[in-house]
């Protein structure tokens, strides 16, 4: 990736593709502007209308319900026109190429991409190819980044513990194939968290853990002790078919957050989640729906996330109206 | 051009907001508005309206309003960087408003907020009191009330909240001593 990529040449956010290469004050500013659109979703008239005008296309080439949902919702809240296009079954499997696809949208007059892709840099290709007015967001590319998802988890870090400085906070789960974590470890190290501790099984560890400054454990009990924050990440099915773990219920006894573990915890913690969460293998019924868990403010604050994301990037850019 | 710069201290500005508050209160007796709620938008339109709300004794809270998402220039001039949350603690449906703002020239602060408020419910009426007008309207937008009439070349900083000051004149100048001031 090009350094300036994601910054237009005042320093501004031109495109949101990674955590990577944003300063503190950037996700500072990010944060703090979410922190402004949480409260529209509580109006009789639930949008502002910052983007009104603008089009917005969801180019989801993997699916995710949710998260195009809450992208969906976000550009609705600040009043954009959303096209939203489920690539996989339309033009590109009719033979048209990525930049066929894009320089069609491009003449449609859409201002942002928002990218989900099972290629790792996928979004950047685009960010790097795409007309100068128009703005990309990645919403999950790969292995690599999946960076709105960091910053909405940082939201709710922040609201219920907003000394990052003070922090202990334990990622649990698949961190060899987790875009999330990646962008959840640079956004914490960022931020100044006190310390980062990852937490999974030999298989599903990367062995560059420890040169992003974190604090690796094959114990879950140990790693979650004392923990102000928790982060359950979802175990995908295949994995469990693959060679990373033996079975679900294998991964339950060792890696599944009880009730019991959560007395490990700081008394004060909090448990999240990305969601959707497989219940009974990541964590229990009881621990997801208890008073620990904000993984469903993870959800809403996800949408105010995206709005901050969505505007910033939309501010004045090369080519775009004077 | 005025290349005169002159200060107002804080009694001279709360003088000011009394007279205005003094005026605002006949002017409800008058129109049989009784119970009124208040908004004051985002920065100085909010010191102003906290003089006002204690001085008319209002029993709701104080409303706050940022305009930054509803500017008709966000394209041109981007984020406002200290973007803070409006908060609007009533129910406004078929109220009477009343909007507070420190300085209006061209209208269009105004124009915003009329229109963020409109988001929040639809009120009976909305009055607009400011501390200071200046000349230079682009929108057919008019204060109810003003403490102050000034000309379109004077330029007009409200700096606070404590000391509240107002500085009048040469643009350069005016910022530059309302930038010492805070």
């Known amino acids: 990736m090009r350094p300036n990529l994601q910054l237009d040449e005042q320093g501004r956010l031109r495109h949101f593709l990674s955590i990577q290469g944003l300063d503190r004050q950037m996700l500072n500013l990010i944060l703090d502007t979410a922190e402004s659109f949480a409260g529209v979703s509580n109006r009789t008239v639930k949008k502002v209308p910052l983007l009104r005008g603008k089009v917005i296309a969801n180019l989801f080439f993997e699916n995710s319900t949710r998260t195009r949902t809450t992208f969906e919702l976000a550009a609705k809240r600040l009043s954009a026109d959303v096209l939203n296009l489920n690539i996989s079954t339309s033009a590109t499997s009719k033979g048209e190429t990525l930049l066929d696809t894009l320089r069609n949208l491009e003449a449609m007059q859409v201002d942002m991409f928002v990218v989900r892709h099972g290629e790792s840099g996928a979004a950047h290709f685009i960010a790097e190819h795409c007309a100068p007015h128009v703005s990309v967001i990645n919403a999950g590319d790969g292995w690599h980044a999946h960076p709105t998802q960091a910053m909405l988890d940082m939201f709710t870090i922040r609201r219920h513990k907003p000394d990052f400085g003070r922090l202990r906070i334990a990622i649990v789960g698949d961190l060899r194939h987790s875009r999330v974590a990646r962008s959840q470890i640079v956004a914490l190290n960022t931020l100044g968290a006190a310390e980062v501790r990852v937490i999974a099984p030999r298989t599903l560890m990367p062995n560059d853990m420890r040169s992003l400054g974190v604090h690796p454990f094959h114990d879950l009990e140990a790693g979650i002790r004392d923990a102000d924050v928790v982060i359950m990440l979802r175990l995908q099915k295949e994995r469990m078919e693959g060679a990373f773990l033996p079975s679900e219920q294998e991964y339950y006894r060792l890696f599944g957050l009880t009730e019991e573990r959560l007395d490990l915890l700081h008394p004060e913690a909090i448990v999240m989640h990305p969601g959707p969460i497989n219940r009974g293998v990541e964590m229990d019924s009881e621990v997801a729906d208890g008073p620990r868990s904000v993984i469903l403010e993870q959800v809403t604050y996800g949408i105010a996330v995206r709005m901050a994301v969505m505007s910033l990037c939309m501010q004045q850019t090369p080519g775009a109206e004077s | ?182």
């Open chain 2, 1 to 182: 051009m005025n290349d005169e710069t002159r200060s107002l201290d804080t009694p001279e500005v709360e003088g000011l907001i009394r007279q205005l508050g003094e005026r605002l209160q006949a002017d409800l007796l008058r129109h049989g508005v009784s119970d009124p709620l208040m908004v004051g938008i985002h920065t100085g339109g909010v010191w102003v309206a906290d003089l006002l709300h204690r001085q008319l004794g209002l029993s709701e809270p104080l409303g706050v309003l940022d305009i930054s998402f509803y500017r008709d220039d966000f394209t041109r001039i981007g984020m406002n960087p200290e973007v803070r949350p409006s908060d609007i603690p009533f129910d406004l449906e078929g109220r009477h408003v009343l909007l507070v703002d420190d300085v209006i020239q061209t209208g269009r602060t105004a124009r915003a907020a009329l229109n963020e408020l409109f988001d929040y419910g639809r009120p009976a009426s909305v009055s607009l009191l400011v501390l200071v007008q200046r000349n230079g309207r682009e929108l057919p937008i008019q204060p109810k009330l003003s403490a102050l009439q000034l000309d379109q070349d004077a330029q007009v900083t409200l700096a606070g909240p404590a000391p509240l000051r107002l500085f009048i004149g040469h643009p350069k100048q005016v910022a530059r001593a309302a930038g010492e001031a805070a």
